[in-house]
Every structure is written in C-alpha cells, then in structure tokens.
C-alpha cells in the first residue's frame, strides 16, 4: 500500500479525531474565563500542499512536504473574536455545528477508506 491516497486518509482521520478532541475541549471550556477557542487546521494546509504553495521538504530531517501524504493537521488558538465579557470565545452553536460537520467527514472518511480495501481485497482474491 504505497499509495498515497493511503496516507491522506489515515491524515485525514488523524486530523477529524484531533477535531474532536478540540471540539470537546472547546465545549467543556465554555464558562473557563479567557479560554480561546482551538481549531484543527488540516484541509487548508492540503490545498496548499496540492497547490503547490507548501513548504517543500529537502531533507528529512527538514520541516515541510515531501509528498502529498506528508501533509498533517496542526492546532492553532482562535484568538480574533471574543464572545464573553470574560474574554472566553467559545459559541457553543458554533461547536456544536462543527461537531456535527466532524461527524460526517469521519464517517465519510471510513466509507472511502473501506470502499479503497475492498477494492484492494476483490484485485487479490482474482
């Protein structure tokens, strides 16, 4: 399996379950005064890697892209907006929808991913 659709995947779960640990996060630290709410950024460092706009990777032991499949999610602090007058920004709507959103593109992931092995097991039981 060294396709690096394979690796996208398997990214691409890492980051929906980093998201859902952020999202909980978020949730339970709703009333926490001066939490900032934390955001899993995977998809828009994709595009880049795909546009082309990423970092490439020279050496290994280098921070970057070497390849497609290289490309992992990272969590960053949403620091613009401030909801509370406690200086918290979580909207527990907002949560609650990417939560949901979370959900299907898990699912969605585990329906390609298994749709990828069954395509993989019917070429070896030829």
């Known amino acids: 399996m060294t396709d ?23 949730i339970s ?49 949403r620091t613009s907006t401030v909801l509370n007058e406690n200086g918290n920004n979580v909207d527990i709507d907002y949560e609650m929808t990417e939560l949901a959103a979370n959900e299907i593109y898990y699912s969605t992931l585990i329906q390609l991913l298994n749709s990828k092995y069954s395509k993989l097991n019917a070429s070896i039981n030829r």
């Open 29 to 77: 630290n709703i009333n926490t005064p001066g939490y900032k709410v934390n955001k899993v950024e995977f998809e828009d460092h994709l595009r880049k890697a795909t546009d082309g706009i990423a970092m490439k990777k020279t050496n290994e032991s280098h921070f970057g892209v070497g390849n497609i499949g290289d490309v992992t999610a990272t969590v960053e602090k």
């Open 4 to 26: 690096s659709s394979y690796s996208i995947i398997k990214n691409a779960l890492d980051a929906s379950s980093m998201r859902q640990r952020a999202i909980s996060s978020n």
